[in-house]
């Protein structure tokens, strides 16, 4: 059983199915060769780490490191192995790699098994009246609607771990957690990977935080996220446990939470319709969707990437969820939007710049999310948010943020300041002396964006 993005036990394919075939050795292999650039970010090593030292507690779990296809080769002979299970990926090079695989078995004569698991529907299902893949997303979660309830989860299977001297790599030899300087020292008092963890947690957001969800989501002040998302990214949950169990909380109180949970419900969509995209463009991470953006002027300024990453631009809130991020491997989906134009519009940096920043640094950071989130802001992926659409931070701040009282919580240099200046702190007749003033006048800014989208519109502004 060869884990991937999938390291649960419960409501698991291709684990199923192997405990099913006779006992079962589970195999996890850390491969940073075969996504070359894409290979796992800094948040994302120290998230791995916990969550490989939760499922190793389940069962004698083999661990390697290098190439996956050569790893697996060697073990499959060296085992005496009758075939190869494992759950499907959607990177840009997984689909060449597991032909890889396959032929590899079928050159032993191993049987080969691939499920689904990582989402609700596999790409190959959901088409448009022609065949096609979907461009836009509410046609797209239409048709998702529109098959009904996915499969019911089931729970774990009954599985006989195999006897076997394979060997394995101890887990702190591959150095996934940072150390000098322990840059995480702060996540493990936020998080709890693995899946006790990512159970503890749908559990905590049906009892505390799914009322309410359909608009205080947008609130970073308020507690109102499902914080799934790295557990959903390293599959330990699925995505039809997390769905089945909304609806079963839907469906106990009837009309009293229809509209949070059909809102969490399309957030869960938009995974799946961006990891479909990704299917049908494989150069998403890199390229833009619409042609006409590979033209567009970016600028090269190393000094104002450095003031976005470290949360120094000068605007409160964008600032802040630069220091959550930094701190946790998190930034609430509201404050990420707000980040990432500043970036894109404001500061006329690359997406890909930002993209990267964020690969690094977040623990749920999946290369599908990632590629579609930055390109619906930049305005250049499908069914993007127009280039023009340009957020002005001050107003995000004062109508997501009302009170200040996550600005406060991450820049505590600001916490005298008060409420009606807090999102313009340089308005002050005396502004902080150890905040940032603005690295750029957002008029300016908007001015400059929009005369760069000119510069590669055919038709101009509308």
């Not at 529907?121 to 893949?133: D, F, L, Y």
């Not at 957020?391 to 600005?407: H, I, R, S, T």
Request: hydrophobic letters at 40%; charged letters at 25%; proline letters at 7%.
């Amino acid at each position: 059983m060869w884990f991937r993005q999938d390291l649960r036990l419960a409501d698991h394919p291709a684990l199923s199915a192997a405990a099913a075939a006779g006992p079962v050795l589970p195999v996890f292999i850390l491969d940073d060769e075969t996504p070359g650039q894409w290979a796992w970010g800094g948040a994302s090593r120290w998230w791995l780490h916990e969550s490989l030292k939760a499922l190793s507690a389940k069962g004698p779990l083999v661990l390697r490191r290098g190439r996956a296809d050569e790893m697996l080769h060697a073990l499959l002979v060296s085992t005496n192995a009758s075939g190869l299970y494992f759950t499907r990926d959607y990177a840009p090079w997984s689909a060449a790699l597991e032909a890889r695989i396959k032929g590899i078995c079928d050159s032993a004569g191993i049987t080969c098994h691939r499920y689904g698991g990582f989402l609700l529907h596999e790409p190959e299902q959901i088409r448009n009246g022609s065949g096609q893949a979907f461009k836009v997303y509410t046609p797209f979660a239409r048709a998702c609607l529109a098959r009904g309830e996915p499969r019911a989860a089931k729970p774990s299977p009954k599985t006989t771990w195999a006897q076997h001297d394979a060997g394995s790599d101890r887990l702190e030899a591959w150095a996934l957690q940072p150390r000098k300087p322990d840059w995480a020292k702060g996540f493990s008092g936020v998080w709890q990977p693995g899946e006790q963890g990512a159970e503890q947690q749908l559990a905590r957001f049906l009892d505390q935080s799914l009322r309410g969800y359909a608009e205080g989501r947008d609130r970073p002040d308020q507690d109102f996220t499902s914080r799934l998302s790295p557990h959903l990214h390293w599959g330990e949950i699925s995505p039809h446990r997390v769905w089945q169990t909304v609806s079963h909380a839907m469906q106990a109180q009837p009309g009293f939470l229809d509209r949070d949970g059909e809102k969490f419900h399309k957030e869960l969509l938009w995974r799946e319709f961006s990891n479909h995209l990704l299917q049908e463009f494989p150069a998403f991470p890199d390229k833009p969707y619409r042609s006409e953006f590979s033209s567009f002027p970016w600028r090269d300024d190393a000094a104002a990437l450095k003031a976005w990453q470290c949360g120094e631009t000068g605007y409160p809130i964008v600032d802040a969820g630069m220091r959550e991020l930094w701190a946790t491997g998190y930034m609430h989906n509201r404050v990420r939007m707000i980040a990432a134009s500043f970036l894109i519009k404001h500061l006329l940096l690359p997406w890909q710049a930002g993209e990267g920043w964020f690969w690094d640094t977040l623990v749920d950071a999946d290369i599908a999310n990632n590629a579609a989130s930055w390109q619906w802001v930049a305005g250049c992926g499908a069914d993007a948010a127009p280039y023009f659409r340009i957020f002005n931070p001050v107003l995000q701040g004062e109508k997501f943020d009302p009170d200040g009282a996550y600005v406060k919580r991450w820049l505590p240099e600001l916490r005298d300041v008060p409420t009606d200046a807090i999102h313009k702190p340089w308005t002050l007749a005396l502004p902080p002396r150890n905040y940032a003033r603005p690295i750029v006048d957002h008029g300016i800014a908007r001015s400059r964006a929009l005369a760069a989208f000119k510069s590669i519109s055919k038709e101009g502004l509308p």
